[in-house]
């Protein structure tokens, strides 16, 4: 019942990301200015982004930026028998191929850490920090990972401001988000 909501939601979530893509003019540079709102960005060494795909906000421009900080940067990578996700470092000379779902991510030969600020992808987002993503639940499973292990880290989820709706239709498995990231604003969830 519950994933049944949820993805008729990601439906109806989708074809309204793909509408805010189509007006978007300047969204990638305010969501570049609306990143050093997040405190714990000073701290933090290494950075989980993600190379943007179809009409997911880009993160180009954030991801450069990030490396002009001197900040370490990864990106997902899903492994076929893994139930998380693991991180290669990323930088702008790195090669990328297709992986699982077609994502572009970085090829073996890159070094895996461990990210201690983790920028995510989603479909919609809620005032309780909670995120609809895809339906894979690799990031779920990995802050559940992280946790298990003791490595601290940030939760962000990275969306158009357009994205928030009233309540993501959530289960026991959905993590809560540390912060909220749209061109427009920083939401810290209550």
Request: net charge positive; proline share 4%.
């Amino acid at each position: 019942m519950i994933e049944e909501q949820k993805n008729n939601l990601r439906i109806l979530c989708s074809k309204k990301r793909a509408l805010l893509k189509s007006h978007d003019q300047n969204s990638s540079f305010m969501l570049t200015k609306r990143m050093l709102e997040i405190e714990e960005l000073k701290k933090s060494q290494i950075i989980s982004s993600f190379i943007s795909i179809k009409t997911e906000i880009s993160t180009g421009p954030l991801n450069d930026y990030l490396i002009s900080l001197g900040k370490k940067i990864c990106v997902p990578v899903i492994l076929k028998n893994n139930k998380h996700l693991i991180f290669r470092l990323y930088d702008k000379q790195t090669l990328l191929k297709k992986g699982k779902f077609g994502i572009l991510e970085p090829d073996a030969t890159k070094k895996e850490i461990l990210p201690d600020l983790i920028l995510t992808p989603c479909l919609a987002f809620d005032q309780f920090g909670y995120r609809l993503g895809y339906g894979g639940g690799y990031y779920d499973r990995t802050f559940i990972e992280f946790e298990r292990l003791g490595h601290p880290f940030i939760s962000v989820a990275i969306a158009f401001d357009g994205q928030k709706i009233n309540k993501v239709t959530r289960d026991h498995n959905d993590q809560k988000m540390n912060y909220i990231l749209t061109e427009k604003k920083l939401y810290r969830p209550e």
